[in-house]
Every structure is written in structure tokens, then in C-alpha cells.
């Protein structure tokens, strides 16, 4: 049998342009969303970023830790555990693990015998913006996460969507950058009419800009109820821009309204995500001189303001994404028919962030 010689890089680099984008990887040198911060207290939550299963939980000072979720000692989940002094404690055995992986304790550990040395991966984690950013990477990060400067600014009203659908993350991505499937959300009265007008891409990131109208005008405070009033809503032509930053998804529907999509990608064919949308009160200009307990106030009791709204889109995209999955499952061959080439640049996106680890 003659020998596999080792491929050259280009035609590597040719392997991963021709994959199939269903079942390519992630980069992990980017801060992925694992956890509202809301969800991780003093009792560890176990989440999963791409296979891997990583234990939650806050110390004493409320500083957050991520660890592998896996006692080295029989190899049970540590997230069935509980958090003793700082250390995060084996439900089975109550082998006891310190925030940098190392086991510091172990209640039957006779006199002479030492700790064992075995170590668990340690994962660098913070909380910043109302969530648990993780940095998957090997490396130490040296990116930023992304960052949502609106969810502490008084001036936006948040409400949030948990986005679990069983499909690659690059369908949810395709949906959320191809704004024609408005047709799908027509009931909602999200947007209406899009039309793709330019692209911008590099390295980094996909900017489509679109046209479409809008249902809403968000130019007094009481326009706010048109998110709970659909008679109060009027169409009007408004700039609509969608961006692929890998890995997250960020997008303005005018001056009124900023939705994030924070990607948790959990398999090849799972994806956790959480949308927050974002409505401005920037142009109702008398807001700005009253007091910030006041404006906390108004930001605080609008909280949620277009839940059925974000809820109802979701239930859509999801029904329809998790159908492409299954039937990509059915048949990987079967050809799509595209005409939005937004998606053709999103897919060399994707493409080249795991292209770069080679
Ligand atoms: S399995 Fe964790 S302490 Fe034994
Ligand atoms: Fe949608």
C-alpha cells in the first residue's frame, strides 16, 4: 500500500473552502455567550459550548469561574456539586477544586498521603453586560468580547429571547442575514419590503445593508406602545443593517430599535443563543432632564417591553431552521437554491474563521 503523503496548505486550505458549512467547527479565540448573569449564583450550573461541558459558579465576592465540568476523580459532572468556601465541591466524593483547576482538598485524605496533582482546565470567563462571556480558546484571548454598551444606558428598554434550536449554527446565522424572510414573520409586523443594497465584509465581519419599512416610530414615550398596539403602527421606509461579527450577530432597524444575537453553539446539530432587543428612547429628547432614579425607573418597568414580539419571532425562525437541519440530515447531497448574496459572504465568514486555525 503506498503511503498518504501529507497534504500540501493550499490544498487544505482548498479541504476547508470545499466542506460542507453544516458541519464546519467554530473558532474558539472569540468570547462566546454562555449564561445570563442572572442564572449563575453560588450553586454551579453546567452548561455545554461546543462539546465541551463547563461548570458555572460564583465565589464569595461574586466573581464568576468557569471550570471543566468533570471530576477527575470518577469523571461525574462537578455542576452536581456545590460551592464550599470559594472551592467547588464533588457531589460524589467531595473532592474539593480550587478556581484554578487544581484539587485542594479531599475530606478522607490520611495523613500520609499527599493531594493528588490532577488538574482541571480552568476557562477565562467574565461577566460584563447582563451576561457569562467564555473564551473556549487554548490561547490566551486577545480579543475583547463583544459588548452591549445599551444594556446599562438609560436611554434603551431590553427585552430578551432565549433562542434553543436543533440545528449547525450557521442556519440561525443565515436567518438572522437574510432580512427576505420578513415574508415569515408577517403576522408580527417586525419589517416589512427589504432590499439588499451593499455589502461590506472583511476578516472580521459581514455588514448587510438593507432598506425596508418599518412598522413602528419610536419619537415620543408613549410610542412605546406600539409594541403592544398594532393599530397605533404605521409603515415607513427606515435603513435596516444586519452584521455578522464573528461569532455574534448585531442589527438596527433605524434610529429605534439595536437586536443582538449572542451565539452559544452547543454541537453540530444544537445551538443556544439569546437575542436582546433593544428599543431607543434617544429621540424623545425630554427624557435626557429627568432624573436618572426616574429614567432607571422607566428603563427598569419597560424591561421585557417586546417580549411577545421577540418570543414570536423565535418560535418561527427556530421551526424553520431546525427543518433545514433535518432535512440536510435526510440528504447532505441535496443542492438549495440561493439568491441573497449576503449569505454567500456570511458562508466565507464562517469559512475562514476556521480556516485560520490551521
Ligand atoms: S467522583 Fe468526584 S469526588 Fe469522587
Ligand atoms: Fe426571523
Not at 490566551?140 to 431590553?158: D, F, K, Q, R, T
Not at 406602545?225 to 455574534?248: M, N, T, W
Amino acid at each position: 500500500m503506498p503511503q498518504r503523503m501529507p497534504e500540501p496548505m493550499s490544498s487544505l486550505s482548498s479541504t476547508v473552502q470545499n466542506r460542507d458549512v453544516r458541519q464546519l467547527g467554530i473558532n474558539p479565540n472569540h468570547w462566546y455567550v454562555v449564561a445570563r448573569s442572572s442564572e449563575i449564583t453560588h450553586q454551579p450550573v453546567g452548561v455545554t459550548l461546543w462539546q465541551q461541558a463547563i461548570a458555572l459558579y460564583r465565589d464569595r465576592t461574586g466573581k464568576v469561574h468557569a471550570l471543566e465540568d468533570r471530576c477527575p476523580h470518577r469523571q461525574v459532572k462537578l455542576s452536581h456539586g456545590q460551592v464550599m468556601v470559594d472551592e467547588l465541591e464533588c457531589a460524589y466524593h467531595g473532592w474539593r477544586f480550587n478556581s484554578a483547576g487544581e484539587c485542594a482538598a479531599v475530606p478522607y485524605l490520611a495523613a500520609n498521603q499527599k493531594l493528588p496533582s490532577c488538574k482541571i482546565r480552568r476557562y477565562p470567563v467574565k461577566e460584563q453586560d447582563g451576561f457569562i462571556w467564555l473564551f473556549p480558546g487554548e490561547r490566551e484571548p486577545s480579543v475583547e468580547p463583544l459588548g452591549l454598551p445599551e444594556w446599562e444606558h438609560l436611554n434603551y428598554i431590553a427585552t430578551v429571547s432565549i433562542i434553543n434550536c436543533q440545528a449547525h449554527y450557521s442556519y440561525l446565522i443565515e436567518n438572522l442575514m437574510d432580512m427576505y424572510h420578513g415574508h415569515l414573520h408577517q403576522d408580527l409586523q417586525a419589517w416589512a419590503e427589504a432590499s439588499l443594497q451593499d455589502i461590506d465584509e472583511d476578516i472580521h465581519r459581514i455588514d448587510a445593508h438593507y432598506t425596508a419599512q418599518s412598522f413602528y416610530k419610536i419619537d415620543k414615550i408613549w410610542s412605546i406602545s406600539q409594541l403592544f398596539f398594532p393599530a397605533l403602527r404605521r409603515l415607513h421606509p427606515e435603513p435596516l443593517d444586519v452584521s455578522y461579527v464573528y461569532p455574534h450577530w448585531v442589527s438596527t432597524l433605524g434610529k429605534d430599535f439595536k437586536i443582538y444575537c449572542l451565539l452559544c453553539p452547543v454541537s453540530e446539530t444544537q445551538t443556544k443563543a439569546y437575542l436582546i432587543h433593544f428599543t431607543s428612547l434617544n429621540s424623545f429628547w425630554r427624557l435626557h432632564k429627568l432624573p436618572i432614579w426616574f429614567r432607571r425607573f422607566v428603563k427598569d418597568s419597560l424591561f421585557g417591553a417586546a417580549q411577545k414580539l421577540l418570543d414570536g419571532l423565535v418560535i418561527q425562525d427556530v421551526k424553520m431552521i431546525e427543518e433545514e437541519q433535518q432535512a440536510y440530515l435526510q440528504n447532505p447531497a441535496r443542492r438549495s437554491y440561493e439568491l441573497n448574496r449576503a449569505l454567500v459572504s456570511v458562508q466565507r465568514l464562517m469559512r475562514s474563521q476556521v480556516e485560520r486555525l490551521k
